[in-house]
C-alpha cells in the first residue's frame, strides 16, 4: 500500500512540475527614440555636392550599420531605394526622403507580443497632405530592430476607400464564366454517357 502511495504522489508531482506555465521574457519597450534616431543619421547623412556620402566608402559597411538596427530585408530595401555606389565611392540618390517620426507630436504605442510593438502616428507635411505612418519593432537577437519601416502610408490623395461608384461587375462576370464553364462540362459528359 505505502509502495503505491509513494508512486502516485511521484506522478502528481511530475505531472504538476509538467504544467506549470513558461512565460517569455518581458523585453520591455522599444527605444523609440534612440532607434529613430540611428535610422536619420543613416538616411539622412551629410553629403557633397555631388551626393557622395562623406561616412561611408562601401555599401558593405553601410548595410552592416543598417541591419544593425532593422531586419535584412528593410536594410536592402533603404540600400536599394536610396544609395549606390560607384567608382568605389557611395551617393545617395536624390529623392524624397521616407517620412520621419515626429517625436514633437502624439504617437501610440500598441504591444503585439513580447516580441513585436507597432507604432501609429498621424500627421500632415505640405508634400504629402495627411497621412498615417506605420512602424513595427522587433526584438531579435538580444535588442529592438525596425522590423518594418517602409513608410505605411495612407493618405486620402493616394488610394484610401473605392468610392461609391465602384461596382462588383468584374466579380459578376467571373462568376458567370465559371459557372457557363461547368454548364459546358456538364452538357459534354452527358453526351459522352448518351453516344
Known amino acids: 500500500m505505502l509502495k503505491k502511495l509513494v508512486v502516485a504522489v511521484l506522478v502528481l508531482v511530475t505531472l504538476t512540475g509538467l504544467q506549470i506555465p513558461v512565460f517569455a521574457e518581458n523585453h520591455g519597450e522599444p527605444p523609440v527614440k534612440e532607434l529613430e534616431q ?6 539622412y547623412m551629410d553629403t557633397a555636392e555631388n551626393y557622395e556620402v562623406e561616412q561611408y566608402d562601401s555599401l558593405d559597411r553601410l548595410e552592416e550599420d543598417m541591419k544593425s538596427i532593422m531586419v535584412w530585408p528593410l536594410a536592402d530595401h533603404y540600400l536599394d531605394t536610396y544609395f549606390e555606389e560607384r567608382d568605389g565611392n557611395v551617393y545617395l540618390i536624390p529623392t524624397e526622403g521616407p517620412i520621419r517620426l515626429n517625436m514633437d507630436e502624439d504617437y501610440t504605442l500598441e504591444k503585439i507580443s513580447d516580441d513585436e510593438y507597432k507604432l501609429t502616428q498621424h500627421g500632415e507635411n505640405a508634400l504629402r497632405g ?31 476607400e473605392m468610392p461609391d461608384t465602384a461596382t462588383s461587375l468584374p466579380n459578376a462576370i467571373a462568376f458567370g464564366g465559371a459557372l457557363m464553364a461547368a454548364g459546358a462540362l456538364v452538357l459534354i459528359s452527358r453526351r459522352k454517357r448518351i453516344a
Open 38 to 43: 540611428q535610422f536619420y543619421d543613416l538616411i
Open 130 to 160: 495627411e497621412y498615417t505612418l506605420t512602424i513595427t519593432y522587433s526584438y531579435e537577437a538580444g535588442k529592438w530592430v525596425f522590423g518594418n519601416r517602409m513608410d505605411i502610408v495612407s493618405s486620402s490623395d493616394n488610394g484610401g
